[in-house]
């Protein structure tokens, strides 16, 4: 390696390191004001002051009710998660390697909605779920999202890229479409899947519309929602704030950090082709 080629390449790793603390700043002022108590919010807190008393209160005060809401939001968060991997892929590869009539249409359809925000759409959401007795369940916030047009999309166009001899040969072999979707394309697509699973744990577990819409009732809060119902009773309670702010940022950034590699190739592989 020559030495501008040397020095170029300090330089780049330099400024992503500047960068990447740049960016991480906030949330380590968070973490660091979740642990000290309210006397000591922007001081320089020696550290035996810091203590995890505030994360205690949300999970020892039955007036909180964390725990509950903690495990609303993991089973809500998990069964979309599931619904998503069963559903969008399905529907990516009739759309990338099926033929059947209008299929062109319901392509530019999935299309189209992905354009459209969900703000948009809430109303009718909550209408329909009204007329069907959903208000105030699970099923108001899982049932309308066990699927989502971007990932249909983002699928198809990595199945597009499958090619077509790998189905053939399992059809010779004695699969049916179906069989050597599962068998065959499905387990291809572990890139792009995970990454899907990233987007939607973050949009799940994060959702604060759309749960406090459908769902009034304490006990069946997620986490984000009954978080946000305490804000103004410890408003001036920085310290306790910031810990609920870490509950709902830290498994997502856990799970990110997890399937990070996973994740950077199903972006890159479900570039725009076809």
Known sequence: MSANKRVSTIAIYALLIIFGFIFAVPFL???YTSLVSLQDVNKFAELSDLTFKNYTLFFTNEAYNVPKWLFNTVIITG??????????????????????TGKKMVYWIVVATMMVPYQMILIPVYVNVAHLGWLNTFTALTVPFLYQCLYIFMLRQFFITVPGEFIEAARMDGLTKMGAFW???????KSPLITMSILAFAGTWNSYLIPSTLINIPEKYVLVVGL??????????TPLIMAGVVLTTLPILVFFFIFQKQYIEGVSSAGIKG
């Open 79 to 100: 069964l979309v998660i599931l619904g998503n991997l069963i559903i969008n892929p399905m529907a990516a590869f009739a759309l990338a390697k099926l033929e059947f």
């Open 183 to 189: 068998r065959i394309v499905y387990p291809l697509a």
């Open 29 to 31: 002022y968070t973490i």
């Open 228 to 237: 946000n119902s305490l804000k103004d009773a410890f408003f001036e309670n």
